[in-house]
């Protein structure tokens, strides 16, 4: 089944130490986004790249930053950790253009920052 | 600044009886509208949608309704059932290719 693969599920960091989830999609679709998901909020973009072209939101702290080596993977790097950043990290994908908008989702990455 | 707003967190229904999820918005270019649920250790999930120009859509159990001059949509589910407990988020989008979501409002069907 096409699917977004994140890995991994649970990662623990400590304060400051940089991490990094990695996100897979067999749907080859052109567009990837990170989400930030704290509990009971929306979740939030940080960043998506359409096709190669990186794009970050505003308010995205320079803290996060992404890799797209290719149509298939996708990086979400955080340099130092804040007890602030955990969070649930959800990656998604979507084709553009396209006929519908959906985006499709992986199970997510819960980080934990001690 | 929250475009897209669930002000329910949650709904308690009894099965068989109707779900009823609203979602508002504050941005008037938001042309297509979304519902995802989302399962405990799941991804969200695409569930139903709706494009600016309608004001109904309905897939099996689920219909969206679209009121653009309250800027209000609410998802109908009927009857609800057991599976269908979960979390639901509202999103919206507009002439690009980005969603706004809404914080959810978590779904509990009583049997």
């Known amino acids: 089944d096409a699917m977004v693969i994140q890995n991994p599920r649970y990662q623990v960091t400590q304060f400051g130490k940089p991490v990094t989830l990695s996100c897979s999609q067999t749907?080859?679709?052109?567009?990837m986004y990170w989400y930030q998901q704290k509990s009971s909020q929306a979740p939030k973009l940080l960043f998506h790249?359409?096709?190669?072209?990186?794009?970050n939101e505003a308010d995205t702290p320079d803290n996060f930053q992404s890799r797209r080596p290719n149509t298939s993977f996708c990086f979400l790097d955080i340099r130092s950790p804040g007890l602030g950043d955990a969070a649930m990290y959800l990656c998604?994908?979507?084709?553009?253009?396209?006929?519908?908008?959906?985006?499709?989702f992986g199970p997510g990455t819960r980080l934990t920052v001690t | 600044d929250q475009q897209v707003k669930q002000n329910s967190p949650s709904l308690s229904v009894q099965e068989g009886r109707i779900s009823i999820l609203n979602c508002d918005y504050t941005?008037?270019?938001?042309?297509?509208f979304l519902w995802y649920k989302k399962y405990p250790a799941e991804g969200p999930t695409f569930l139903i949608s709706?494009?600016?120009?309608?004001d109904k859509n309905e897939d099996g159990r689920f219909t969206v309704f679209l009121n653009k001059s309250a800027k209000h949509l609410s998802l109908h589910i009927v009857p609800s059932q057991p599976g269908d407990s979960a979390v639901y988020f509202c999103?919206?989008?507009?002439?690009?290719?980005?969603?706004?979501f809404g914080a959810g409002t978590t779904v509990t069907v009583r049997a």
């Open positions: 998604a994908t979507s084709s553009s253009p396209g006929t519908g908008y959906e985006q499709y």
């Open positions: 749907l080859n679709h052109n567009v």
């Open positions: 790249y359409y096709d190669k072209d990186f794009n």
């Open positions: 941005n008037s270019m938001f042309d297509y």
């Open positions: 709706i494009s600016s120009i309608k």
């Open positions: 999103a919206a989008r507009t002439n690009d290719y980005k969603l706004s």
